[in-house]
């Protein structure tokens, strides 16, 4: 297993918090990261999936007043919501008698889901970090490829083979259809939510159209919107909004969507090495929401992120504004000759972000004018990581 990079934030925020959550999609690496922090400080572990492990919080203001003196690591802990109401009140319990943080290391695959039971009960009490598969700083830079072809989950990309890779996603895919996301919404036809998902493969870093959607599912818009809910909300999907701060133009508001982890892509459209990738019509797509995911990934803390365009097609890629106000501009782009394109220039003439970057296949940086620097997405990834 790689070191993971927010570990050493995820420790920060245990050393000044009661509880913290552990956000990601299934398979990511949250419970190997949980486990290797709980080995460094007196814990206990429990699996809220294993019926033995639940079987222990019947009572669970007894038991977890037992283990006051330990950090409680509870996994998949959005399959017991009523809990978060009884850990309000442990927690209000020990900081009058001085335990008052690193009580809670919480883990849940739902975002949105689990964000609203733990922020309604534990308001003031409890804190939230993302940990996605891995990513471009966590990796020997040389396998940005096979990042890339797998993408970031643990077993797909640390698999000895590219066909052992590509069995394990479409493994995962079918355990998602079939039993987890049952867990966190409606009963949704397996069959009806992959066709979905592998349209939003096929449309990779374009401009939502959901009544195309609709109707290549049979279904209505409002059955889309919930369906892109749920996968999002998964953490297995991104919706990249429009810019819609005022610059006199008419602007395109409907986001982009594409699917998180360029791997599971891959697999849902049959792609199975980089020989088959790069001779695939979605090529170009799919390196666009790798780079993207990437940055967004990367990026400090407080980083809001958006695409441009105006009506009339001046787009630019990814727009990366900064907590201190900076704004990024960055164009992405797979070719081995990168040049800049007049819609790039016209939006920058439009936004006037402080820096400019293109971002290619390769590894060297260098100036394309007095403004713009083409620049590899590891270079560009560290860059982001120096701010401060």
């Known amino acids: 297993m790689l070191p993971r990079r927010l570990a050493p934030h995820l420790n920060e925020l245990l050393r000044h918090s009661p509880a913290v959550v552990l956000l990601g999609p299934r398979q990511a690496g949250k419970t190997t990261l949980a486990l290797e922090i709980g080995e460094q400080t007196a814990s206990i572990y429990l699996d809220l999936e294993d019926e033995n492990d639940r079987a222990r919080l019947s009572n669970p203001g007894q038991y977890l007043a037992d283990h006051e003196d330990e950090l409680v690591i509870l996994d998949e802990v959005h399959r017991v919501p ?28 739902a ?86 998902w592998t349209m939003l493969a096929h449309n990779q870093a374009q401009i939502l159209n959901a009544a195309n959607l609709a109707r290549g599912l049979a279904v209505d ?14 953490l297995l999907v991104r919706r990249l909004p429009a810019w819609h701060r ?5 602007l395109v508001k409907a986001p982009k969507v594409y699917v998180r982890d360029s791997g599971i892509a891959h697999a849902l459209l049959g792609i199975r090495d980089k020989e088959a990738l790069l001779g695939h019509p979605v090529v ?10 990437t940055l967004i990934t990367t990026a400090p803390e407080g980083t809001e992120a958006h695409y441009y365009r105006t009506s009339n097609g001046t787009e630019v890629d990814l727009l990366l504004t900064l907590s201190g106000g900076e704004l990024w501009a960055i164009e992405v782009k797979r070719t081995s000759a990168p040049k800049m394109e007049r819609g ?30 083409a620049i590899g997405v590891v270079e560009l990834a560290k860059a982001l990581q120096s701010v401060t």
Request: net charge neutral; charged share 25%; proline share 4%.
């Open 82 to 109: 009523e809990l978060f109401q009884q850990l309000r009140g442990i927690i209000d319990r020990g900081r009058r008698h001085g335990k008052a943080d690193g009580r809670f290391l919480l883990l849940g695959s």
């Open 111 to 196: 975002a949105m889901d689990l964000l609203k039971q733990s922020g309604e009960s534990l308001a003031g009490r409890i804190s939230y970090l993302e940990l996605g598969p891995f990513d471009a700083l966590e990796i020997n830079p040389a396998s940005i490829d096979t990042l890339w072809v797998r993408g970031g989950f643990p077993r797909s990309f640390l698999a000895e083979s590219d066909a052992v890779s590509v069995l394990w996603r479409r493994n995962f895919v079918r355990t998602y259809l079939e039993r987890d996301i049952s867990q966190f919404g409606p009963r949704i036809s397996a069959e009806t939510l992959r066709r979905f």
């Open 221 to 234: 818009g409002k059955t889309v919107a919930g369906y892109l809910d749920l996968l999002v909300d998964l």
């Open 246 to 250: 005022n610059v006199g133009k008419r």
């Open 284 to 293: 170009g797509q799919t390196w666009e929401s790798f780079v993207i995911e």
């Open 344 to 373: 790039f220039h016209s939006a920058c003439a439009d936004l006037n972000p402080q820096k400019r970057f293109y971002v290619y296949p390769g590894t060297e940086r260098f100036p394309l004018d007095d403004r713009t620097d």
